[in-house]
């Protein structure tokens, strides 16, 4: 069940409420939609809530959710979400370009990188600092001192830092220095990370895993929210079918079916779908046609000796030329970036 709070509700009321709820057993979580404050119930083992909270003082109004149906379903919340990272905003009219190398391997790289995609108007710096690889002989990441150099460049070239936490005994290194968490595909159904992000007001980029279902995929955001925090924004990378001509299959129509289902902001990341820089341009402009709010790709200054993902990183050249087509199709759908 939802609660929605009277806008009038002081902190006193709210405290009191949340208070009485704990004491007959049921799990309370709060969250801030604009004026009202809005408190989640759920009872230990999922029985039916038969108390009568609207004659509670600074009750406005209850909505009973059937066991299907959750938080970030369209019906709950009408309007699209905007996540505030900052000043930056993600939803809405407004389309985000993120970018960066895959992974942080010296000052002098992502400074490059870092003033290279600021010039050609991205506003998000992503690098891997804790790199979860395939291989443990892989390279794993320059780990604190990647997030170190990540902030130094950012900070130098006013933009904001995403970049993935891999475990729960890196969050509060990820939380020092990152603007936005990202949880990799790979952890979208690590259930402990997921709510202990969720406990943050942190804004969280979560990744669908190449094996889950757009059902498995909300019901990983449902975590994070369920612990209170509700900037999250959604990526699709690509899923796993038969198809081997591409690292994985990029699902387009993710998007509009998200759009369809919650309210959550969704973006794209063609880098990881694809495998291939030759792909990505294509890929992102037909994201943004099928209704993405922002990009995330890979972008090195030399992507011929970087470290991991050599293929499907852009030159700064090659990012430029997709930032300006991505701009038109920005415009021809009433949008901008």
Not at 4 to 13: Q, R, W
Not at 112 to 124: D, H, L, M, N
Not at 135 to 156: C, M, V, W
Not at 257 to 274: N, Y
Request: proline share 4%.
């Amino acid at each position: 069940m939802i609660i929605i709070m009277n806008p009038e509700a002081n902190e006193e009321d709210i405290i009191s409420l949340s208070g009485l709820l704990q004491e007959k057993g049921f799990k309370v979580s709060k969250l801030k939609e604009g004026k009202n404050t809005i408190i989640h119930l759920t009872t230990k083992e999922n029985k039916p809530i038969t108390f009568d909270f609207k004659a509670l003082p600074g009750v406005e109004k209850c909505i009973p959710l059937a066991k299907q149906e959750r938080l970030l379903d369209k019906k709950v919340d009408e309007k699209t979400l905007k996540v505030r990272v900052g000043k930056e905003v993600i939803g809405g009219n407004k389309i985000v370009m993120m970018a960066g190398p895959c992974a942080v391997e010296s000052e002098s790289q992502i400074m490059q990188i870092a003033r290279s995609i600021k010039e050609i108007g991205a506003t998000f710096l992503r690098g891997g600092a804790y790199k979860p690889r395939t291989s443990p002989y892989s390279f794993q990441g320059l780990e604190l001192e990647g997030l170190k150099l990540l902030r130094q460049a950012a900070d130098e070239y006013n933009l904001k830092v995403v970049s993935e936490v891999t475990s729960e005994k890196y969050l509060d290194n990820c939380l020092k220095y990152c603007d936005m968490l990202q949880i990799g595909a790979r952890n979208m159904q690590n259930f402990e990370l997921l709510k202990a992000v969720g406990k943050t007001n942190t804004a969280v980029l979560l990744k669908r895993s190449p094996g889950a279902k757009i059902e498995e995929w909300l019901g990983a955001a449902e975590y994070i929210i369920a612990e209170g925090n509700r900037n999250i924004v959604l990526c699709e990378r690509g899923i796993n079918t038969f198809e081997n001509a591409t690292r994985y299959t990029l699902d387009i129509s993710a998007v509009p079916i998200v759009k369809s289902k919650t309210s959550l902001p969704i973006i794209v990341d063609p880098s990881h779908a694809s495998g291939n820089s030759a792909l990505i341009h294509s890929l992102s402009l037909a994201s943004l046609a099928a209704g993405a709010d922002g990009l995330l790709i890979e972008a090195h200054n030399d992507p011929k000796f970087a470290i991991s993902d050599a293929r499907q990183q852009l030159t700064p050249k090659e990012y430029e030329k997709l930032f300006l087509e991505a701009k038109n199709v920005s415009k021809s759908i009433g949008r901008k970036i």
